[in-house]
């Protein structure tokens, strides 16, 4: 293990443009649960009934009810080591841009700036209603919260059904054409179209360094499996030894 960290080390230190992708495993250490992990959250709910748009439409309940296996409230969480070794990168100039699948906004919490978040945040709710907009509002359990003027309210999330925000999605494609090295951390790299960034990112020959606790992308260069809020730790003390 040692010396993958050591190759992945050498690796962003000598990249022009290394970027991240990331997924639900890197907030697993912050308490979240991942979606398709062992423990996760679509071991229990059928996705297409509790996270899909057409659903949302007729029955809100069903996505609300299982926000307290997910995410309670925005407010809850914060950065493990993971997002915080990632933002100190951009700091230091060694990471351009992390594009996210994650809703979780622990990113943006740790202190890292470029932040593409295909998925959408659950920082931000709006009412389907009259579209009034509210920033990491408290919601009580057990009911689908209302708007003031009593339309149901929804995240500024992507469900299933939905299409991504195209500008971001754009960005996301192009830093993922362009990078020279692309750290994927914590994502089982299925669920598209974000799934295909590290192929469009090995098209252009870019090193793909991948943190998980198995492997999920077949065409990974240097392969960790290891937790990435230990790995990255890791990863950054060897880039201070060389
Ligand atoms: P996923 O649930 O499909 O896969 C999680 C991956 O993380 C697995 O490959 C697993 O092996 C790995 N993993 C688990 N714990 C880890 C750890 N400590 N360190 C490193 N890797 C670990 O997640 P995904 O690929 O991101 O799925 C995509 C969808 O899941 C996205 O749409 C995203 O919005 C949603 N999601 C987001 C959150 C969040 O915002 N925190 C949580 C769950 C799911």
Same mark, same amino acid.
């Given at each position: 293990?040692? &010396? ?7 690796? $962003?230190? %000598? +990249?022009? /443009?290394? =970027?991240?992708?990331?997924?639900? !495993? ?82 943006? &919490? ?7 978040? $295909?998925? %959408? +945040?659950? /920082?931000? =709710?709006?009412?389907?209603?009259? !579209? ?91 392969? $960790? ?18």
């Amino acid at each position: 293990m040692d &010396k993958l960290f050591i190759d992945a080390a050498k690796t $962003i230190i %000598g +990249s022009k /443009r290394c =970027i991240a992708l990331t997924g639900a !495993g890197i907030s697993a250490e912050s308490g979240i649960p991942t979606f398709r992990s062992k423990g996760g959250l679509w071991n229990s709910y059928d996705p297409t009934v509790y996270a899909s748009i057409d659903t949302f439409m007729i029955d809100p309940s069903k996505y609300w009810s299982i926000r307290g296996d997910f995410i309670r409230n925005y407010n809850d969480y914060s950065p493990n080591q993971g997002h915080l070794v990632l933002a100190r990168l951009e700091k230091a100039g060694l990471l351009k841009c992390i594009i996210t699948q994650n809703i979780d906004g622990l990113h943006k &919490k740790a202190g890292s700036e470029k932040v593409l978040e $295909i998925h %959408g +945040s659950l /920082r931000e =709710i709006f009412c389907m209603s009259c !579209g009034r907009e509210y920033i990491a509002p408290d919601i009580p359990p057990g009911e689908v919260p209302l708007c003031a003027c009593g339309g149901v309210l929804k995240p500024n999330t992507v469900l299933f059904g939905e299409g991504l925000p195209p500008a971001v999605l754009t960005e996301a494609e192009e830093y993922a054409g362009t990078c020279d090295v692309m750290i994927l951390i914590g994502t089982s790299a299925i669920v598209y179209p974000a799934a295909y960034l590290p192929v469009t990112a090995k098209k252009n020959s870019a090193i793909i360094i991948e943190i998980n606790l198995e492997n999920s992308f077949k065409d990974s260069d240097i392969i $960790i499996e290891e937790k990435s809020g230990i790995a990255l730790p890791e990863i950054e003390a060897k880039m201070k030894k060389l």
